[in-house]
């Protein structure tokens, strides 16, 4: 929850140009924030953008002078990092298309739900706090870097960073370092740090003291240093900071070689000992899952088991891909292991009914003479990165959607119709053999294989006779257009909205349009997307015809296989009637 102290010195930029309504608003908004600005149009806002440090900017789309679309864009220019939520009464086409590419924060349709409005908010402001945080954390960073000596190692020991500092007292660059086991003496291969004071810092506290450093130049180097264990949000150790100043002058040299001569003494013991505290380290951080070498689970760590809330009994001696219950993943991690490669895998996994993504690294183990011991899965939970993903994926669908509903709308279309032919092309799709992912996007990118209608006149689209040669002209060229319109997003789900909008004209035998492309010259999403939206089209009652019976339209598709349409996928519905039938009965008109 974003802390209220925080809201009320954020600056809020409101622009309405109905005073009546804004006046209202800003009333709700300075319950909230301390400071909002309400401009009555987009010159307006922009001048006050220029002069107050805004941190939210909320805008209504239609207005004089400049509207909000012109307005967003300038502002984006100046600082693309501004969030912006733009407000407006019609759900004009173009409009949503170029919030998509401006990259609008959040898009509401008035008249404006005051809940909903500052759920967006809150939720805005929640990334504009993290951010200024993070910022505050930045500055000192870089006061710490500018005065003292910084190195960074992970839970393994590693050295992952070294900063300006430590190049200028040892002489040796990040390059020379990066990946070498960090300790108290060297940057050789040795132990990272002795069992009391690791014990220390896994506690979560500090650890200070003096140790040496052996610089590029062979000279020794005495530091007072403190290592400080780095938490993340759930207080789990992700990192160590060792912050050090030089007080070489002020210890004598016999002290220093009494340290290495003790140290060096213990070296064997620690390191058999390190090799212990590293794999503890590795199983307090990770999720570790071994499997034999019949892919039978010989451990599981606690890590896995707080997820899965399951005993270890419930995995010891149980086949993985029973685990995975996913036989192309499972395919996929078997190929690569038993050619003794590494396999790295986003595997789902659905716990007490709760979905969770672990972000998966399997690797083969070898004994010495190379051969494989066993296998070892090392991960980390990404359910939050993952979920965010597909929030971002679902907003994008939920765009599209509306998109396409406007196209079909346009001819006298259900929304519906666009739904029907997303599921129907998705489950083609699937029986064509498209992976998951490809499917999905199809799905996604399929409402839009009609968008171009927006450009064509109504007169044609809803005419119930048969058009003129001159007429039906016109209407193909409703393909282009639709291309047009997304052809230079570098989205994906738009892109894929261009080649379907492009593309499922097009026959199997080249006589179809725009480019009479012929068989599999014409994109697969295209082919698809024809099939479903000429059987969605044969089975609705339109302004020109009637709703064709289902032997009738199965007639027209075997009759028309291999001339308007690749038989392989004519075989499939065919193959899958009663699922799309089923579709259709559930999303009626």
Not at 86 to 95: G, H, N, P, S, V
Not at 178 to 203: C, G, P, V
Not at 487 to 501: F, H, P
Request: aromatic share 8%; charged share 30%.
């Amino acid at each position: 929850m974003v802390n209220k102290e925080f809201l009320k010195r954020l600056n809020i930029l409101y622009v309405e140009d109905e005073f009546e309504a804004a006046t209202k608003l800003v009333k709700f908004l300075n319950r909230v924030f301390n400071n909002v600005y309400l401009c009555l149009n987009g010159q307006e806002a922009l001048e006050t953008f220029s002069k107050k440090s805004i941190d939210l900017v909320i805008s209504d789309i239609n207005m004089p002078i400049v509207d909000g679309l012109k307005m967003s864009e300038k502002i984006k220019e100046i600082n693309s990092n501004t969030p912006i939520i733009l407000t407006t009464a019609r759900t004009e086409t173009q409009c949503l298309i170029k919030a998509i590419e401006l990259n609008i924060d959040s898009y509401l349709l008035k008249p404006i739900e005051l809940d909903i409005l500052i759920e967006k908010i809150y939720a805005i402001c929640e990334k504009i706090e993290a951010l200024e945080s993070k910022k505050i954390l930045k500055q000192y960073k870089e006061a710490i870097d500018e005065s003292t000596i910084v190195v960074k190692f992970n839970t393994e020991g590693k050295i992952t960073f070294v900063n300006s500092q430590y190049e200028k007292v040892t002489g040796f660059s990040l390059e020379d370092v990066k990946d070498k086991i960090f300790n108290f003496n060297s940057i050789e291969k040795s132990s990272i740090l002795s069992s009391d004071i690791l014990k220390l810092l896994e506690s979560k506290k500090f650890w200070k003291g003096k140790h040496s450093c052996k610089g590029k130049n062979h000279k020794k180097y005495v530091l007072n240093s403190t290592v400080i264990p780095i938490r993340d949000s759930n207080e789990k150790i992700i990192e160590f900071i060792c912050i050090s100043n030089d007080v070489t002058d002020d210890e004598g040299l016999t002290k220093l070689l009494k340290v290495e001569l003790e140290e060096f003494k213990d070296t064997l013991v620690s390191k058999s000992h390190l090799l212990n505290e590293y794999k503890r380290c590795l199983d307090n951080s990770s999720i570790l899952i071994n499997l034999d070498r019949n892919f039978r689970i010989s451990n599981v760590n606690s890590r896995f088991l707080e997820l899965s809330n399951l005993s270890i009994n419930a995995y010891l001696g149980k086949s993985f891909d029973e685990v995975l219950n996913n036989e192309e993943i499972y395919g996929e991690i078997f190929d690569s292991l038993v050619n003794k490669n590494i396999k790295q895998k986003v595997i789902k996994f659905l716990f007490k009914g709760k979905e969770k993504y672990i972000d998966f690294t399997f690797s083969p183990v070898f004994n010495e003479e190379s051969e494989v011991f066993e296998y070892l899965a090392v991960g980390n939970d990404v359910s939050k990165i993952i979920e965010l993903q597909l929030e971002i994926e679902k907003t994008q669908k939920d765009l599209i959607l509306t998109l396409g509903s406007i196209g079909e709308s346009r001819s006298k279309e259900t929304a519906n119709h666009v739904r029907r032919v997303a599921l129907y092309s998705y489950l083609l799709a699937k029986e064509y053999g498209l992976s998951e992912d490809e499917a999905t996007l199809l799905k996604m990118a399929s409402p839009m294989h009609d968008i171009g209608k927006v450009g064509i006149p109504d007169y044609i689209l809803n005419k119930p006779d048969k058009l003129t040669q001159e007429e039906f002209e016109i209407m193909k060229s409703h393909t282009t257009i639709g291309f047009n319109m997304f052809k230079n997003s570098e989205r994906r789900i738009l892109k894929s909205s261009s080649i379907v909008a492009h593309e499922h004209h097009e026959k199997w035998d080249g006589t179809g349009y725009p480019n009479n492309l012929k068989g599999k010259e014409i994109h697969v999403f295209g082919r698809i997307t024809a099939v479903a939206d000429v059987f969605d089209a044969l089975s609705s009652k339109r302004c020109y015809k009637r709703s064709w019976d289902l032997e009738e339209i199965k007639e027209y598709m075997r009759e028309k296989a291999g001339k308007e349409f690749e038989p392989k996928l004519v075989d499939l519905l065919f193959k899958n009637i009663n699922k799309i039938v089923e579709i259709r009965n559930k999303y009626k008109d």
